[in-house]
């Protein structure tokens, strides 16, 4: 990485690469526009790094969890809410008696 006070330009060039801006860009920008860039990319990092940790956090609980007490080890909705939704299901009992409510009446039909 080049020396900021000793070759800035080239620096700032470094600087911006890194940030993710092209070659061709890094001409036409002021240090300004470089350095907003640089910050948003930081940000984008600092993101990064803190969902890979809460993603790691979690895995670690939840793998306690599964070792201690596998009773209470949550389903994925339960554990990640924001991420995945319930998926209801209709009672099997229920759609037997509509089943059998329906085949009757099918029959009294057939049979009039």
């Given at each position: 990485m080049p020396d900021p006070e000793a070759n800035y330009p080239q620096y700032l060039v470094h600087t911006a690469l890194t940030a993710g801006i092209p070659w061709h860009r890094t001409g036409d920008m002021t240090t300004e526009?470089?350095?907003?860039?640089v910050h948003a990319r930081q940000e984008q990092v600092k993101e990064q790094a803190q969902l890979m940790a809460w993603i790691a956090y979690n895995g670690a609980a939840l793998t306690?969890?599964?070792?201690?007490?596998?009773?209470?080890?949550?389903?994925?909705?339960?554990?990640?809410?924001?991420?995945?939704?319930?998926?209801?299901?209709?009672?099997?009992?229920?759609?037997?008696e509509r089943m059998e409510d329906y085949a009757r009446e099918k029959e009294r039909r057939k049979a009039q």
């Open positions: 526009e470089v350095a907003q860039v306690g969890v599964a070792i201690n007490e596998p009773g209470k080890f949550p389903e994925l909705e339960d554990a990640f809410p924001s991420l995945f939704e319930r998926e209801t299901y209709q009672d099997w009992r229920i759609m037997k």
